[in-house]
C-alpha cells in the first residue's frame, strides 16, 4: 500500500497563487492514479483533479478548470497542484488521494480512491 502526505497549504489572497505537493512512499508510484479532492466547512469532499499512472491523462472540475494544474512526477514519487487566480471559495482543506489502477480514465468519486493523506489547508482571503 502506499502512504500519502500533502505540504504546501497555506493564507493566500484572492488572485494569488500557490502549489501545493503530495509525497508518497511505500509502494510502486507509477501504479497509483491520484487526485486531489477538497473539503470546506460544512460540505462534502469535492473531487478537484485527477491524473493517470501515466501522467497522460487529467481531468478538473469546472470550478478550477484553466486554474488549476495537475502534474505528477514519477520519479520524485511526487503528485502536485499549481493552484493560480485563487478564489476565496477555494478555501478548503485539500487531501491527496490514490487508487491502485493504470488505466486511462480518471475516476472523479471519491469512493474509488483506496488511499488518502491527512489533508493540508489552504485559505483565500479576500
Known amino acids: 500500500q502506499v502512504q500519502l502526505v500533502e505540504s504546501g497549504g497555506r493564507l493566500v489572497q484572492a488572485g494569488g497563487s500557490l502549489r501545493i505537493s503530495c509525497a508518497a512512499s511505500?509502494?510502486?508510484?507509477?501504479?497509483?492514479?491520484l487526485a486531489w479532492l477538497r473539503q470546506a466547512p460544512d460540505k462534502e469532499r469535492d473531487f478537484v483533479a485527477g491524473?493517470?499512472?501515466?501522467?497522460?491523462?487529467?481531468r478538473y472540475a469546472d470550478s478550477v478548470k484553466g486554474r488549476f494544474t495537475i502534474s505528477r512526477d514519477n520519479d520524485k514519487n511526487t503528485m502536485y497542484l499549481q493552484m493560480n487566480s485563487l478564489k476565496p471559495e477555494d478555501t478548503a482543506v485539500y487531501y491527496c488521494?490514490?487508487?491502485?489502477?493504470?488505466?486511462?480514465?480518471?475516476?472523479?468519486?471519491?469512493?474509488?480512491?483506496?488511499?488518502w493523506g491527512q489533508g493540508t489547508q489552504v485559505t483565500v482571503s479576500s
Open positions: 488521494a490514490a487508487e491502485r489502477k493504470r488505466g486511462t480514465v480518471v475516476d472523479t468519486t471519491s469512493i474509488t480512491y483506496d488511499y
Open positions: 511505500g509502494s510502486i508510484f507509477s501504479s497509483y492514479a
Open positions: 491524473i493517470t499512472w501515466s501522467g497522460i491523462t487529467t
